[in-house]
């Protein structure tokens, strides 16, 4: 019929079978153009539906636009002419075949569909179509032939059809001149980021990411330069799309988990249900471990949660994704064996003389075609996968954030900070990676199979014996694979273990150096270090023999296979078809075998973080249907809303499986009262409050509270950034009301000596407020005593006294000991200074912003009424100053305060990672083991080039031999040597692997342990001004990179490099003319990597630092959960992560994009040298053999993926240093001075406790003024001194300077005539005690807590805490001595954290004691046992105690008034009472008139 139509023959395979083939001209003329016309119009509607369905606002008219429009224009009309043309021939005859009309006319509508296709492309954000590009590339292609078809003829000097021929060379040139100008991408206003513009040529080679590559390689790429991601991927949408799928899985997961639940309860006894113990109460600080541990015990090994819903919620969110992938994973695996098809035909062709060389050049350019389609797709998948894995990344990190807000109490007390930030890095990483190589598992499997079939087509049933050792092989893999993953969740508990510690040291940095307690914290992390580098070692070991089999593996299978081959059947010679087609058969068949086992190792560990992710993400949420807000109607019609706050019949609980805390209770707070609630320690004070938060889990009953509420926490919370920022707390600045709480909560004198006024900068750590003062408790409207968490009593403060019941008792039992009730504390002049002004230490700055608000309560009313005017119009001054200076800060922020800035921004390297830094890594792997394991892998590949060469020579034999008379001996002199030369490269691996895994773990001590060394020994001004996140960072992320990423990286260069070098030195032995490719190749080969080795290295410093503050920003959430839940900041909170998520993930976007760049760049040069080598065994056919064609090409084509390897492993290398780099950062770390030096106290010093200041001189840092200038006193032995003095006097310096944490800047101290500044720090600090305000615990036992090194018997221990009044309850603990404190000491009380303290100070027995106002945030009970203690315990000693309530000093034998720096009055308290001096008007606002007032 077609005939018919052409009038001429559609198909004659006589056309090919001679030198110069062609295709019949009808068929170049139907099916060669239908295809891609056929092509476009099926495609077409979905197109134009897709672009009216999502159309935006219409762009503007570009000269691209008008240029392509043009030329199609063009087109029509060449259509139109030849239309025209066939016409005017038509005689009415039937001479003009149909072709002739049918062709122009549906040209003509094809042109204008095109043009009405790139007109509506107008509302779309990338206006080059996709499906248009691939319909100019086919119908270029397609034409070739045609247009070859039309020279020939014209050069036959045929021209008959010249009018024709012309216009067709004409139409061809438009094309081609089209799709040139389809390359380039129109920009868009509405976007930045030229991905969501670029033309799909651009899109599948990366293109469009050239700018970032020029840019990255000119100057180091700031955060600026990076460019956004799309909004469909960032993490608010994310999230959204997530938790919609997730709410209906984990609603089947928790059914299930109910169902297990109930079949566990039928098969198990069943337990009672707990009732109240109405005799026991649990304060919310007294949380006891054996009772967890007893409950742990009752619910088996491991607590039931909902599983199996994360991986169905995550398939659900990104299926669409993991299709497209899928498909284009699909085309690459099945292209690939056309590679080892189209080498045999080459093969074939170089042994048969007589097949034309166009069928070469034709399979030469197959070869190039398959081989670019393969690496687009490739390339293309690559960047979907890794698309996916960070956007599961990012969901994952979010919805953790997004839980923590909310999670429960009891699910919160599973989890330390530190464990919890585990899971947003380490198991939300884990997830990535799996989801990167998710689509191996299938892959894998049909690439073995394929290879297994083709195989069997080449070799026969010969196969099954090598197909016999790869199944052998798989279950020693499964196995080595299981152990590796047991080994691998090992550490990550080590791993928590270490960081959680590090977590405690950081942040109680300041007690280690008090204490002198480095060295103990520093053999507790190396213990649980070596136990981490123990594992890892054995990880590096298995890893090293799974790598040994898998080099093995196709070295083996080869090598039985053709070894069975020629012995079964003496016929079977091996020529150099069925070798070579084989070997690059095994070559494909090495890389599933290689991941088979990576991936389901690497799905293993991923099952891991799935279960732990499942627990966290699928734990109870705080159940608020207890606390009624004023909003909630229901509860409205049933309760008044004219109370405040309403308790009915409350009883709430911190955990389900233990008693009540708060019970039954019922209490009307009217609007505007001001309620007081007091009680022992134990009784519930703190509970009540966090029951009102909505922090406890409700048994019975509801809370009612009317209106917002405002949250001031026991432990203050203090966010990273500025004062301003911390007060208005998210709030809109109004001037005026702010300038109103600042006066109200007298911070206008603090924020005077701050640089930088409000907007000078505070750190992330805490201090604790005094929250247990009885001295305003007149001055409430109702006071509420609660007991073992009910209300024993309530009422006003004459009504409760009248009473003489509970609270008349606990008041006169505690106004013997203290004095008068109205007696006050130190006013706003005598406040705890921290040399503010300074910026001192970061846990002290809190003090002078938040704190003080909270201590000025005591003293409130004696300020109210004493206020003079010119007091207020001394505080009216400071206002005004300090709107000036904010205005004038505002103005000026280019130029801060000196000061101001507390915290240093992270700093970047830029630029290539200094040689110094690789050369201390491979000095700490060892210059030996670096020679050893490059020597092993250099046999490696002689062995591997040797192995080639055999098998060349091998297949030679056919030639020689015939099957009848090949000889037994030869035969297996070839299995023989080819075998042994496998078995050597196998060997050497496995010895350089295992050499490499001791190497790095080696490395991986040394450099942990001089980072460690170097931290502890740093300067606490370091750790003011450097975030603990930060620091944290190098023990986590940094160290991870440099015990896993970084030896693999290095060993995977190492043979990339070696088998590129192998590969060259082999093809150019067999031709030498490669050469003269292979130099302008290399050239572009290391341009392309310098350009793309800048940049790469820049994006992964900036992933590093972006990822930070994120981590910083979850801990800091976590500190204040309870705040910003009182406050309801969630929504603002969940923001400012997204926002720093969002950061992190375009460095990560970017980075994955640079590789596609690099990736698909390299793989061309591979594609080229393979394209190239096949073109020279066509060129120089007559002097090559098939062996020897088989034996380049074979490893030509092995090249292209190891090119593009050595790149990818030179940047990893370069990424990876960085934190190498970045640890170095921290060892070259200014230390402090050393801990011990030659010159030693002697023996028994200080043995009277005599301290002498002479001109005493310290600031903070360098470039601030002087807080301490020159102090000159003498201390005399066993003298009770106090120290007073308004914020910023320079009281705690004193302390600081003393302990030599502030080193001196002039004058000396001098302890019983011994200079400080001249012994060791540990000297000095070993021999005084300090009480701090802080009492801080580190996790680990009572023990450990009080006696880390182990210096004092059990009795001695004992002995303190029966005088620090803790006998009973430590003795009352099933564990005693080993009751395990949990982190921070949250599962003690205050107090009694204060108490513990205060033994430690028993058992040092030193001559010198400081209190930093010990008391300061303890309750009355407490303060009174530590005061009674330290008179009767300490009275031989010399104590210093800096004061912040006067009575706590008024029996000291003197008393030293600080101001500005400078001692302005020191004598005994009642020489300076009797003149009218600074501490006479400062005793006389808080009431005291004697020292008798005041006494004990």
Known sequence: ???????????????????????????????????????????????????????????????????????????????????????????????????????????????????????????????????????????????????????????????????????????????????????????????????????????????????????????????????????????????????????????????????????????????????????????????????????????GTTKDFPKSWLVKTLFKTFYIMLLKSFLLKLVHDLLMFLSPQLLKLLISFTNDRDTYVWTAYLYSVLFFVVALIQSLCLQCYFQMC?????????????????????????????????????????????????????????????????????????????????????????????????????????????????????????????????????????NQVHELRKKELKNLLTFGQMQSVIVFLLYLTPVLVSVITFSVYALVDSNNVLDAEKAFTSITLFNILRFPLSMFPMVISSILQASVSRDRLEQYLGG?????????????NFERAFFPTDKAVQFSEASFTWDQDSEATIRDVNLDIMPGQLVAVVGTVGS??????????GEMENVHGHITIKGTIAYVPQQSWIQNGTIRDNILFGSELDEKRYQQILEACALLQDLEVLPGGDLAEIGEKTRLLVTHSIHFLPQVDEIVVLGNGTILEKGSYSTLLAKKGSFAKILKTFTEQTGPVEEATVNEDTEEEDDCGLMPSVEEIPEDVASLTMKRENSLHQIRSRNSRSKSRHRKSLRNSLKTRNVNTLKEEEEPVKGQKLIKKEFIQTGKVKFSIYLKYLRAVGWFSIFFIIFAYVINSVAYIGSNLWLSAWTNDSKTFNGTNYPASQRDLRVGVYGALGLVQGAFVLIANLWNAHGSTHASNILHRQLLSNILQAPMSFFDTTPTGRIVNRFAGDISTVDDTLPLSLRSWILCFLGIISTLVMICTATPIFIVVIIPLGLIYVSVQIFYVATSRQLKRLDSVTRSPIYSHFSETMSGLSVIRAFEHQQRFLKHNEVGIDTNQKCVFSWITSNRWLAVRLELIGNLIVFFSSLMMVIYRDTLSGDTVGFVLSNALNITQTLNWLVRMTSE???????????????????????????????????????????????????????????????????????????????????????????????????????????????????????????????????????????HSDEE???????????????????????????AGDNLSIGQRQLLCLARALLRKSKILVMDEATAAVDLETDHLIQTTIQKEFSHCTTITIAHRLHTIMDSDKIMVLDNGKIVEYGSPQELLRNSGPFYLMAKEAGIESVNSTSF
């Open 684 to 693: 519930g004070k703190s509970s009540l409050m966090s029951a009102m938060l």
């Open 620 to 632: 109870d949420d705080l159940d608020p249907s207890a606390i009624c807000r004023r909003d909630c």
């Open 1213 to 1351: 290398i370069e990424t990876n240093i960085v934190a190498v780099e970045r640890i170095n950062e921290y060892i070259k770390v200014e230390n402090e001075a050393p801990w011990v030096t030659d010159k030693r106290p002697p023996p028994g010093w200080p043995s009277k406790g005599e301290i002498r200041f002479n001109n005493y001189q310290v600031r903070y840092r360098p470039e601030l003024d002087l807080v301490l200038r020159g102090i000159t006193c003498d201390i005399r032995s066993m003298e009770k001194i106090g120290v007073v003095g308004r914020t910023g006097a320079g009281k705690s310096s004193l302390t600081n300077g003393l302990f030599r944490i502030l080193e001196a800047a002039g004058g000396q101290i001098i302890i019983d005539g011994v200079d400080i500044a001249s012994i060791g720090l540990h000297d000095l600090r070993e021999k005084l005690t300090i009480i701090p305000q802080d009492p801080i615990l580190f996790s680990g036992s009572l023990r450990m807590n009080l006696d880390p090194f182990n210096n």
């Open 1357 to 1383: 221990i004992w002995k303190a805490l029966e005088l620090a009044h803790l006998k009973s309850f430590v003795s009352g603990l099933q564990l005693g001595l080993s009751h395990e404190v949990t982190e």
């Open 386 to 522: 890794f698309k996916l894995g960070v956007s599961v990344r990012t969901t994952i990190m979010a919805s953790i954030y997004k839980k923590a807000l909310t999670l429960s109490n009891q699910a919160r007390k599973q989890y330390t900070i530190g464990e919890t930030v585990n899971l947003m890095s380490v198991d939300a990483q884990k997830l990535m990676d799996v989801t990167s190589y998710f689509h191996l598992l299938w892959s894998d499997v049909l690439q073995i199979t394929l290879s297994i079939y083709f195989l069997w087509a080449e070799l026969g049933p010969s196969i099954l014996a090598g197909v016999g050792v790869m199944v052998l092989l798989i279950p020693v893999n499964a196995i080595l694979a299981a152990k590796s993953r047991a080994i691998q969740v090992k550490n990550m508990k080590n791993k928590d273990k270490r960081l959680k510690i590090m977590n405690e040291i950081l942040s109680g940095m300041k007690i280690l150096k008090y204490f002198a307690w480095e060295p103990s914290f520093k």
């Open 1 to 299: 019929m077609l005939e018919k139509f052409c009038n001429s023959t559609f198909w004659n395979s006589s056309f090919l079978d001679s030198p110069e083939a062609d295709l019949p001209l009808c068929f170049e003329q139907t099916v060669l153009v239908w295809i891609p016309l056929g092509f476009l119009w099926f495609l077409a509607p979905w197109q134009l539906l897709h672009v009216y369905r999502s159309k935006i606002k219409r762009s503007p008219i570009t000269k691209l636009y008008l240029a392509k429009q043009v030329l199609v224009g063009f087109l029509l009309i060449l259509a139109a002419i030849e239309l025209a043309l066939v016409l005017t021939e038509d005689s009415g005859q039937a001479t003009v075949p149909a072709i002739r009309y049918t062709n122009p006319s549906l040209y003509l509508g094809t042109w204008l569909l095109v043009l009405l296709i790139q007109h509506s492309r107008r509302w779309c954000m990338q206006k080059d179509s996709w499906f248009l590009s691939l319909f100019w590339i086919l119908s270029i292609l397609c034409g070739i032939f045609q247009l070859q078809t039309l020279i020939r003829t014209l050069l036959k000097g045929s021209n008959s059809n010249l009018a024709y021929s012309c216009l067709f060379f004409i139409c061809y040139a438009l094309q081609i001149l089209i799709l040139i100008l389809s390359a380039f991408s129109e920009k868009d206003a509405s976007s930045t980021n030229p991905s969501f513009t670029a033309s799909f040529l651009s899109s599948i080679t990366f293109s469009w990411y050239d700018s970032i590559i020029m840019k990255g390689y000119k100057q180091p790429l700031t955060l600026e330069d990076v460019w956004d991601v799309d909004e469909e991927i960032k993490t608010k949408a994310l999230v959204s799309t997530f938790e919609k799928h997730m709410v209906g899985e984990l609603q089947k997961a928790r059914k299930a988990l109910r169902g297990r639940q109930r079949r566990k309860a039928w098969r198990g006894s069943g337990d009672g249900l707990h009732g109240l113990n109405k005799n026991q109460s649990q304060s919310q600080d007294i949380i006891v471990l054996e009772e967890v541990k007893k409950k742990k015990k009752k619910s």
